[in-house]
C-alpha cells in the first residue's frame, strides 16, 4: 500500500508551504478571535498576524471551526 | 447573520466570572445561552441536535471558567469564548465521526504507513512532476521516523487530529509537532534532490499555492 498521486499532491503543498516556525492548534485558538474581529471589521490583511494565516492554510480543522465563527460573527 | 452579543466589557466579564455564588451563576447563564446562539449558527451545515448544542455550550462554559487566566484581552470576550465552544464542538462531532465510521481509518493509515517504512524502492520515472513525486514518496519511505509518517498519512486520510493523538498516547501540540518536523524534513530533503522551491511551485501550478 502506499499513498496516492492525489494524496502526494496535498502532501507536496503542504511542505512547499511549511515555515521553520508555525504556531500550533492551540495557539491558533489563543490568537483567532483577534484575527477575526480586525477581518470581520474590514481589514482583510491585519499586520501581525501572518502565522495565523498561515496556520488556516495548514490546518484544515482549525480552517473549518474558523469558517463557522465567521458565519456566525459576520456583520 | 449577526448572533445577538451581550452587552458587557472585557472586564466585566472577567470579574463576574471570577466569582462564586449568584453573580458568576447569573453571568454563566448568560454566556450560556450566548454560545447556544453562536453554535446553532456555527454549526447549522451539521447533523447536530438542539441536545447536543447544550452539551456543547456547558462544556464550553466549563473550559472558558477555567482558562479565564489565559484570556489575553485583545478582542472581545464573547468573541474569544466562541472560539472555544467552536473548538468544543467541533472536537467532539470529529470523535463522533471516528466512533460512527464503519472503518477504522486511523489503523488503515497506520498500516500504510508501516507498509511504506518496509518497502524503500521506487520504480524511476521520467516525467519531472512524476520524478518529483516519487522523491516525495522515497522521502516518507526512508527519512520519516515510523511515527511520523503514521500523522502523515492518517491527516491525509482526514482522521481527525484528536483521533490520532489519543491512538498514539500523546496530545494534539506534540502531535503538530510531529508533523510539522516531518514537513520540514521532507521539504529539506526534496531540496537536496534538487527540487527547488520554485520547482515545486511550478508543478503545482500557480493557482494552488495562493
Partial sequence: MTLTPDELNVLLRLVHITETSEINCDEFLARVSTYLERLVQGNRSPAGFEQVLHH??????CR????????AHDE | M??????RSNTQWLALLSKAGAEQSDAAQELAAYLRRVLAVMLQHMRVHDDDIEEFAQEALCRIVQQLDTFRDE???TTWASAIAGRVAFTAIRRRRVREQHDDLFAQAQRTAHEMGQQHDMVERNEYRTRMLAALDQLIRNELTDRQRT???AELRGVPTIEIAERLKTNQNALYKLAHDARRKIRSGLI?????ATAIRNALGAEDTQ
Wanted: one cysteine or more; proline letters at 6%; a negative charge.
Fill in chain 2, 192 to 196: 537536496d534532490a534538487g527540487f527547488s
Fill in chain 1, 56 to 61: 488556516l492554510k495548514i490546518c484544515p480543522e
Fill in chain 2, 75 to 77: 478582542s472581545r470576550f
Fill in chain 2, 2 to 7: 449577526k448572533t445577538h452579543v451581550p452587552e
Fill in chain 2, 151 to 153: 500523522v502523515i498519512v
Fill in chain 1, 64 to 71: 473549518e471551526e474558523f469558517e463557522a465563527m465567521l458565519r
